[in-house]
């Protein structure tokens, strides 16, 4: 009777914390967001990636619409190319033109769309949307883009609400990119070409170390494997001769 209780109980603690193992490993509501790869410093260019992760199990996101700040306009922005996907720029006019590399900008990028001409994002899928941009503006601390999510279905995700300061998360919060310092030296972050050699730079350094740091590991392994070695070829004299002197003695 007591076994039958006991299993009872255990059987039951089993299917609470299975429970908790479920609720504890589902995945985070995710939002679609901005990121520069590497750092966005102010005055300058960056690489930056809009991320969108699919939220539907029914249907596939199949159209990106990302709007460029109006108060703090970049002159330029130019998107990667994307197998799959036909990209749209829109440029406005501006109300007060912009300077940059000594040129009067009169327009600026105002809105960039993604749209999908195969199947788009599916279900427990994410993509990644890079674009350069810049110059960064010197005089604000992070950017702001509104973004549109459209699903295979018609359904709309407007991302657009902003983040009050001391207030909880919207629940459709817009993307906002940190602007970083600029550098002492007057170099304000790097082109897109500058990024990407930058990166290749780094994962070649990354193996190098890799390699080394395999190899000295190898070494020391090596080392040790020797130094057992000798102690047991060691030993196995020592036990020979012993044995020895045993049935000398026993004879005599």
Not at 105 to 134: D, H, L, M, N, R
Not at 224 to 240: D, K, N, Q, R, T
Request: no cysteine; net charge negative.
């Amino acid at each position: 009777m007591k076994a039958s209780r006991i299993a009872s109980r255990v059987a039951a603690a089993a299917a609470v914390a299975g429970s908790a193992v479920l609720v504890l490993s589902s995945p985070a509501f995710a939002h679609v967001s901005v990121a520069a790869e590497g750092t966005a410093a102010k005055g300058g260019y960056a690489v930056v990636d809009f991320k969108v992760p699919n939220e539907r199990d029914n249907a596939s996101t199949t159209k990106l619409e990302v709007a460029f700040p109006a108060d703090h306009p970049l002159a330029s922005a130019m998107p990667e190319p994307i197998n799959g996907w036909k990209i749209d720029v829109t440029k406005s006019k501006l109300a007060k033109p912009i300077e940059l590399h000594g040129k009067q900008i009169s327009e600026a990028v105002s809105k960039i769309t993604w749209t999908a001409t195969g199947k788009g994002i599916e279900a427990g899928y994410f993509q990644k949307f890079p674009v350069s941009v810049g110059a960064l503006p010197e005089d604000a601390d992070e950017l702001v883009f509104k973004a549109i999510q459209t699903y295979s279905n018609k359904e709309v995700v407007r991302w657009i609400e902003v983040q009050k300061d001391g207030a909880e998360e919207p629940e459709n919060p817009a993307p906002v990119l940190a602007l970083g310092a600029a550098s002492e030296d007057g170099h304000h972050g790097a082109s897109a070409e500058d990024a990407s050699d930058k990166s290749d730079d780094a994962e070649a350094a990354a193996t190098t170390t890799q390699a080394a740091s395999d190899s000295g590991g190898t070494d020391t392994t090596a080392r040790v494997l020797g130094v057992v070695g000798i102690v047991v070829g060691a030993a196995g004299v020592a036990y020979g001769v012993l044995a020895g002197r045993r049935r000398t003695t026993a004879d005599a």
